[in-house]
C-alpha cells in the first residue's frame, strides 16, 4: 500500500475532522501517501483531490464539520460516475480508500469494495442509526447539543406555563430523541420506532399542570411527522399554550465531545492499519466499549434496533 485517499461523503458530523487527521498522521508515520479527496464522492468522480501532509490536519481535532468538505453526490450513483470514479482512483496512483459518512456513505464504500477497491469505512452521522455499532461518530455530540437547548427551553418553558415541543434529526431513527430525552429530563420522548398516543401524551401535560408543574418539554423525532400537527392536536386537547422549535442543522455543528474525538482517532488509525494488512471491504465500529471492525457487507444488512429498555426509562422517569 503506497497511496490511500480519504474522503467523507453525506451529512457531517462532528469528529470527522479528528477521523481525518488520525488517518493522515497514521498514513505518514507509516511512509503512505494520503491523498484528500474534496467534497465527498462528487470530488472522486471529478478528481478534486490533493496530497496532504502533516500540518494540513494541525489544530482541527476539536473542530466540528469536515476539513475536506462533503456533499450528497447524485453523479457517483449512476454507472457512469462510478466508473469515473474507479478511473480517478487509478490516475491518482490511489490503492486503498477510508470513507467516512452514513449509510448512504458505507453504501457507496461497499459498491467500491465490490469493485476491487480495499476501502475502509468509517461510520460518521450524527443519527446513529447503523445496526451493527452501538455508535458512530458524531451522535454523543449532537445528543450534548440537543441536551443544552432542552435546558435553555425549559427556563423559558418555566416562565410562561408553557408546553414545548422540540424536533431534533435523526432521519428515520429515534436515537437523538431518546438519548437526549432522558439526558434532558423531558416529559414525552416521541420516535418513530414507538407507537405513540397523542392523547396520552396530553393526558400526561394536564396531570404535570394539575400538580403544578410550569413546564412540559416534548422531544420529538423528525422522523414521526409534522411537528406542528401534533402541536395543534395538543392544544386543542389541553388547551395548554404551545410552541414549536426545531432544531435543525445546529445539531450537525460544534466541537466534538471526547468521546467522539476518541472513537473517531482510534478509528482513523485502525482504518489506515487494515489497509496496511492488505484488508479492505471492512468497516468500523464501536462495540461495548470496544473498536471493532466488519466486512461491510455483512454489517450493513444488519438491522438497527431500537433500545426499548432505555425508552422504558423515560416513561418510568417521567411519571
Ligand atoms: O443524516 C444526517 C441528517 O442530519 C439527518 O438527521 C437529516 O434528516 C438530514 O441529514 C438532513 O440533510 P441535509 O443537511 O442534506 O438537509
Redesign the pocket.
Known amino acids: 500500500m503506497k497511496t490511500i485517499g480519504i474522503l467523507t461523503s453525506?451529512?457531517d458530523?462532528p469528529g470527522m475532522n479528528a477521523a481525518i487527521r488520525a488517518v493522515v498522521r497514521t498514513g505518514i508515520y507509516n511512509n503512505i501517501r494520503v491523498m484528500g479527496i474534496k467534497q465527498g464522492y462528487n470530488g472522486l468522480v471529478n478528481g478534486l483531490i490533493e496530497e496532504m501532509n502533516l500540518s494540513s490536519v494541525a489544530d482541527i481535532i476539536h473542530r466540528g464539520g469536515t476539513m475536506l468538505r462533503s456533499s450528497?453526490s447524485d453523479e457517483f450513483l449512476t454507472k457512469e460516475g462510478f466508473q469515473k470514479a474507479i478511473n480517478v482512483l487509478k490516475v491518482f496512483g490511489i490503492d486503498g480508500l477510508v470513507v467516512l459518512g452514513?449509510d448512504g456513505t458505507l453504501r457507496g464504500a461497499k459498491a467500491l469494495s465490490e469493485a476491487g477497491i480495499p476501502t475502509i469505512g468509517i461510520p460518521c452521522?450524527?443519527?446513529n442509526?447503523l445496526g451493527y455499532t452501538d455508535y458512530t461518530i458524531g451522535f454523543m455530540t449532537a445528543v450534548e447539543t440537543v441536551v443544552d437547548a432542552i435546558g435553555k427551553i425549559r427556563d423559558t418553558s418555566t416562565s410562561h406555563g408553557r408546553a414545548n415541543i422540540i424536533e431534533v434529526?435523526?432521519?428515520h431513527?429515534g436515537d437523538?430523541a431518546l438519548y437526549a430525552g432522558l439526558a434532558g429530563g423531558a416529559e414525552s420522548i416521541i420516535v418513530p420506532e414507538m407507537p405513540f398516543d397523542i392523547e396520552q401524551v396530553s393526558r400526561k401535560a394536564i396531570q404535570g399542570r394539575n400538580r403544578g408543574k410550569l413546564h412540559h418539554i416534548i422531544v420529538l423525532a423528525?422522523?414521526v411527522g409534522n411537528v406542528y400537527d401534533i402541536s395543534e392536536s395538543l392544544i386543542e386537547q389541553t388547551g395548554i399554550d404551545t410552541r414549536v422549535t426545531i432544531l435543525g442543522?445546529i445539531?450537525?455543528g460544534g466541537s466534538p465531545t471526547v468521546f467522539d474525538r476518541i472513537t473517531a482517532s482510534e478509528m482513523g488509525r485502525r482504518a489506515v492499519e487494515l489497509l496496511i494488512k492488505g484488508e479492505g471491504g471492512r468497516t468500523l465500529g464501536i462495540k461495548c466499549n470496544e473498536i471493532i471492525d466488519l466486512d461491510i457487507i455483512q454489517a450493513l444488512d444488519i438491522k438497527k434496533e431500537f433500545n426499548k429498555e432505555m425508552f422504558e426509562t423515560t416513561i418510568l422517569l417521567s411519571i
Do not use: P
Request: hydrophobic content about 20%; overall charge neutral; proline content about 0%.
Open positions: 453525506g451529512g458530523a450528497r452514513g452521522t450524527i443519527d442509526d434529526m435523526g432521519r431513527c437523538i423528525e422522523g442543522h445539531q450537525r
